[in-house]
């Protein structure tokens, strides 16, 4: 599974794919593996991502490795969230929301997913566009280097790479088939 | 060849359109480079080459697809997949959906009641939370081709955000043409249930009465004691009249020889008798006789106290014979089950009526409280404090915190139409925690239909603190009855009339108890049999203006106890079935003595002669005892005589005295 993902991303990068849903990717991935799963923000957002066109695979993998050390930010996102959800002037606004039919299972008067939403929605353009500079940078520069240098002749050579390689076809394959 | 080449590359672009429409969808710089190099100038437009290579045909197709998957934002594949998803829970929501919640509606009904319910019409909003139907009708366990109630056009409004959070708060709930005890066109029972037929005490008491009398005295032949008795009594004066008898005798041999005796000594002329020896002989005979005459009269003496305690045995045998007598009577009595409680024979079938319709009664309150205490859960309390989660703070806001139940309001009314009849139910703040909402659940019913009304209200509070649990007033006037299930009785079989009730049920902390008073009028008595005790309840039942019955009952383990009834009649079927009853006993008596007299007829028979025998012995004793002291009188003035004539010489006294 994970190498299917590896071989998509690889796939995406070094591909036509536009750099901005590649990135739209990273950027999603950020916000999510910023917000606690357990909530109907999260899962709404989630099922967003679904039906837009955004790589998936980059997302969930952009969620997976961000995961990981998001938590690191945690006090300063539950601060942020808790100001926020102690401003005076909101304060109607959230007991609106509270009386709300669906409103209480997004969790939104939880500091971290307050927080980590304000983080995230506001990180999430710089993201973007750091992601898309960075794809094109590396389909520009990078990338032809890369697949004329030594290292890379010697490795695709190697058999877990050759494997890797010959799903990548497959895959493009089936694809095609499909389309 | 040029047909095989995409539509999108056919066209004329101009240098902005191509840069827009082709060139800004792709990335690649040999993709970029490819096409820029494919489309040549012709005029103001850009073309497409027109000598291009099977290649080059190839690669356009390709970059033709990825143009076009990189146009749009959208996954639009999978947006199909969902609005087709989303169209099959539409066609649910239109044509399944109500199917379903009227099969809920009904089966969820049919386990509370345990009949047959029918929903018509259900339609759910629910988004709304609104749910409405035509009609409604339980049936009832009792009477399967009754309905319990039925409900007409019906309209509820529930709290939808509240219903997320797991919370049943009604807002509105309106329903019209509410009736009671309607016709079904069908059965509406769903398990058979078996009736026990039970034998009532007073079938018992009427068969036993009925019975012939002569078959339980040959039952309890056995068992009487008077047969025995006065066998063993008549055994023992048989030994006595024998021993006495011969006593009798014995003392009358020995009255004889002492007759005899003083006949021989009574002859003696003592003026004649000159000789002093002989007068000496006749006093010495004289004192023998005087001596034997005392034995035989101290031996008569033992035999009197012997025979006055034996008398004193047979005067009390006759006693103790009408008292086992007696006994025997009332057991006999005993076993003909006369029935002596027949004064409370109608406080008897009230209180079985009573017991059985009260109990229903506290079943149904019981059940009322199941239904809205079911499955209850305790209800969160707000969160005052924000607490600390794994991952941030909840921080709490102003919102109303609801039980799991809540019924706000329900009101429903119906207006005066031609048959005059008025109707109303209100009820407020139903909800199993009322805790929560700080009040208690209340209620008020009035129905009004010519003269007969009924209103009923209510209280039912949970709180821990508070005393009064439940309260509840029930007040019926003027309402026309028939009771045609009376098989608690084999007198009436049925009752019509009219009858006022108020019947008052409380629940305090640790008390439940109630008290009911019916006012009966114009009743119409159905007897079972042409039974007098029928006869006299059916009189005194239709000629009592006004039939008050009062009962007092509490409530234990679930069970109606100390079901206290009384009524104003009581002291007049008192009073009738009391003289009644008397003259049945008397006349039940006396056929009993005849019977047993039949019976113990020899027995007594020589009993009687025994007694006649003895008495004729103690007369005999009283006379020897009598004879004895004639002799005793006449010896000793025969000694007197003798003594004169043996003169007064002191020397023969002094001799007399000295020998």
Known sequence: MIIKWIVKILKAINSNKM??????????????????????????I????????????????????????????????NRIGLFLLNIKFLEPVFNFLYNMPLMPFTNYNNSIVMGSFLFGVILWYPVYRLSIAGVIKYRLNVRDKIIKSKIYKTITKLPIIKQIITLGHKLQKNYSKIK | MKNKIPKIFNKNYTKEDLERDLLKYLDSSNNLKFLKDIFIK????????????????????????????????????RLIVVGIFIVIILLFNFFFKNKLVETAIEKSLELSFKAKANVKNVKLKLLQGNLSFDSLEVANKEKPMYNLFELGYTDIDINTSQLLRKKIIIDKFITKQLKWDTKRKYSG????????????????????????????????????????????????????????????????????????????????NFDKIEDKTKIKDTIENIK????????????????????????????????????????????????????????????????????????????????????????????????????????????????V??????????????????????????IKDLTPNHKLIGKPSKLEFYQKERNNTIQVKGSYDTRENIEDKINLIVNTRNY??????????????????????????????????????????????????????????????????????????NIEDSEIANLKVNSNI???????????????????????????????????????????????????????????????????????????????SIFDKVLDIFK
């Open chain 2, 42 to 77: 012709d005029g103001e437009y850009l073309k497409l080459k027109k000598d291009l290579t099977k290649n080059d045909i190839k690669k356009l197709k390709n970059l033709a697809k990825t143009i076009k998957s990189n146009k749009s934002n959208i996954r639009k594949n």
């Open chain 1, 46 to 77: 989630f099922i967003i991502t679904l039906f837009l066109k955004i790589n998936l695979s980059m997302q969930l993998v952009s969620i997976a490795v961000l995961k990981t050390f998001i938590f690191i930010l945690d006090p300063i996102i």
């Open chain 2, 570 to 648: 009581d002291n007049q079927i008192k009073n009738s079935l009391g003289k009644y009853m008397s003259s049945q006993l008397g006349e039940y008596e006396k056929m009993i003595k005849e019977k047993m007299d039949g019976r113990l007829k020899d027995r007594l028979n020589l009993n009687s002669d025994l007694l006649s025998k003895n008495q004729n012995l103690l007369d005999n004793f009283q006379d020897n005892k009598k004879m004895l002291n004639n002799y005793d009188n006449m010896i000793g003035e025969l000694k007197k005589k003798a003594t004169k004539k043996m003169g007064s």
């Open chain 2, 480 to 553: 026309p009855f028939s009771i045609t299930e009376m098989d608690n009785n084999e007198y009436i079989s049925g009752i019509k009339g009219q009858y006022n009730i108020k019947l008052s049920y409380s629940e305090k902390k640790e008390k439940k108890k109630g008290s009911l008073s019916i006012g009966l009028k114009n009743l119409l008595v159905e007897s079972k049999s042409d039974d007098k005790i029928a006869a006299i309840l059916k009189q005194i039942l239709e000629n009592t203006t006004l039939v008050n019955i009062n009962a007092e009952f």
């Open chain 2, 401 to 426: 915190n609801y039980p799991k139940f809540l019924l706000k309001l329900f009101d429903f009314s119906l207006e005066k139409d031609s048959s005059s009849k008025e109707l109303s139910l209100n």
């Open chain 1, 19 to 44: 750099p901005n849903e590649i990135a739209a990717g990273i950027a999603m991935g950020f916000l999510l593996a910023m917000m606690p799963v357990k909530n109907l923000f999260w899962i709404t």
């Open chain 2, 189 to 268: 029972k769903l398990i058979k249930t078996k009736s026990e037929t039970k034998k009532s005490a007073a079938k018992k008491i009427e068969k036993n009465i009925k019975q012939d009398i002569n078959k339980i005295l040959e039952e309890q032949m056995n068992q009487l004691q008077s047969p025995q008795k006065i066998e063993e009594i008549n055994e023992k004066i048989k030994d006595i009249n024998q021993k006495w008898s011969e006593n009798i005798e014995t003392t009358k041999e020995d009255i004889q020889s002492i007759k005899k005796s003083y006949n021989s000594l009574s002859n003696t």
């Open chain 2, 288 to 399: 023998t006789l005087q001596s034997s005459l005392k034995n035989v009269k101290s031996n008569i003496n033992t035999m009197n106290s012997d025979f006055n305690s034996d008398l004193k045995y047979i005067n009390n045998s006759r006693k103790m014979i009408d008292d086992i007598y007696k006994n025997d009577i009332n057991f006999v009595k005993q076993k003909l089950n006369l029935p002596s409680t027949s004064k409370n024979i109608f406080k008897n079938i009230l209180n079985s009526y009573l017991k059985r319709k009260l109990g229903k009664f506290y079943k149904y309150v019981e059940m009322g409280k199941g239904a809205v205490n079911k499955k209850k859960k305790p209800d969160k309390e707000t969160k005052k404090v924000a607490s600390k989660n794994r991952n941030g703070y909840f921080v709490p806001f102003k919102t």
